[in-house]
């Protein structure tokens, strides 16, 4: 009964316009004013300030600053250059253009919109000139920019894994295949849309032309290589690796490729500001609903509730990814994660499935969130620098949606695809 | 459509958010290169070991908290958090439009009042304390909590006041 109501409100408020943060903060405070008085009351600035300064969230404003240089500073556009000269002359060229590209920023960002917004300003006018509608490329590059967080780094495997505690290195090993998988099967789908629609393919790159670009991109491949090469050596802890990674995005776009200029600082570093609290503020408000969940009992009782249902490993898998993929057509990806983990970590973990593989599987899903209608922050990105309204483009995201929900379902029911390469590298869990 | 002249007062209130919002905007860039720099400098000590840190925790935390609260008050002011927006949206220029921003605006309060109210005795009940290395007063780190909830609760009641003055509300 409480339960309920406590949701209920806070879907109210989230529904009536309140922004996230505060439904969320304002639920709790109700909740404790109905259940234990004023006294509770301290916990909420409490929580909040606790809930947003740990050293490991601060990988969120660092990962969103390396992209942002990135896509300032001119590595992004050479990077799909390089894609351009490797994959540009198959049938539907830019289309694998863009999931490529993607795929190689996946290794230098950690966030999705950031990724979307830094491609779709470059790829969007130039596959409108190749003779692309821009419905098409629009709709692609949203599903492209959903790789980058699960190809490592990636914001929500650092919030998963402070939430839950469960290494973050190993949560960005797992990413790599299954990021990889999902490049794929967006290629897959590409190819087979540009065949029915017969979309034209660039010329062949001569192997001066790739040599070339890739000696122009080279500078850009730095960066991944400092991240997870420095993670996996246990140089840096993901915090510092995101932060050596900024740097080293902002000495390229300055001494390297000279398109950053000093006057541009001060506004990369304010869009960076605003995108990281927007997140930022989220999750503050989160650890205190979080706090009140617990304090309720609530992950608990509902967890026992699900386990009386079923204890099929399997069933209960698919009974949580549902529910995650609905709650993804309402809800933003970070807050259902921030939501959601204290219930279904305890009740996946329980019928024996691996934290780390949850955690991808819980990311993917929260990706697939960022494009499903009505609420996508990927869809809206990508709408407002396309000008493509949110529905057209949402009806040409679908064959994109289904190939990432047949991905989710692969990494969900082969554990092997995520768990493999961390305990390769990192040593079996526990 | 007649020019509508602003008073002086509204000019006033015009020029203190001005110069608060380039507040807000720099501080937090300026907490977030504090960050950066910081976090470098683990890095390049852990190799060079030049100089001992041992402070660094402490401006880490400090620089965080700050750039996330004013940071957050400085998105609030244009309305850049993260929202649901379709109702509002579908009801915008109507009456029962206006009536929701003012059922927002009073949501928005009730959290605001706390988060600010408590988030200050929070504040007072750190009085007293110092941080271990620099010895800088501890209320220096949770003031920014309640600052920033002043701040926002100022331009949610500016945004009422505006939503409550709209012209050319339709029944």
Redesign the interface.
Known sequence: MVTAAIFALLVL???????????M??TS??SFLALGGPDL??M???R??SG??S?TL?AI??FI?AGNLMNTGGITARLILFAQCLVGHIRGGLGHVTVVTNMIMAGMSGAAVADAVGTGNILIPSMERAGYPRVFSAALVGAASTIGPIIPPSIPFVIFGSMTGTSVGRLFLAGFVPGVLMGLLLMITVAIISKRRGYPHGRRASLGELLRATVQAAPAWGSPLIIIGGILAG??TP??AA??A??YALAVGMFVYREIRLADL?RI??E???N???V???I?AASIFGWLLIQQQIPTKMVEGLMALTDQRWLVLLIVNVILLILGC???GI?IMLLTIPVFVPLVTRVGVDPVHFGVIMALNSMIGLLTP??G?CLYAVSSISKVPIWPLAKELWPYIVALTVCLFLITYIPWLTVWIPNLVMGAAR | MSHVSETPVESRVGRIDHALDVAMRWISAVCLTVLLCLVSMMVLVRFWPVVALGWEDEVVELAFAWMVFLGSAAVWRSGEHIVIDFIPQALAGTRAGRALEMIIGAAMLGFLGVFAWYGWLLTLQSQGNTSPMLVLPRPLWYVSVPVSGVVMIGYTIARMVKAFRQPGVKG
């Open positions: 408020l989230m529904m009536l316009g309140v922004p996230i943060a505060a439904s903060a304002l405070i109700l009351l301290l909420v600035p409490q909040m300030y947003t300064t050293f601060l404003p660092f600053l140089v840096f915090t510092e932060a050596v900024s740097v001060p570093l304010w960076t500001v605003r990281s609290v927007q930022m503020f989220i503050s309402f809800m933003e807050a009505p609420v922050m």
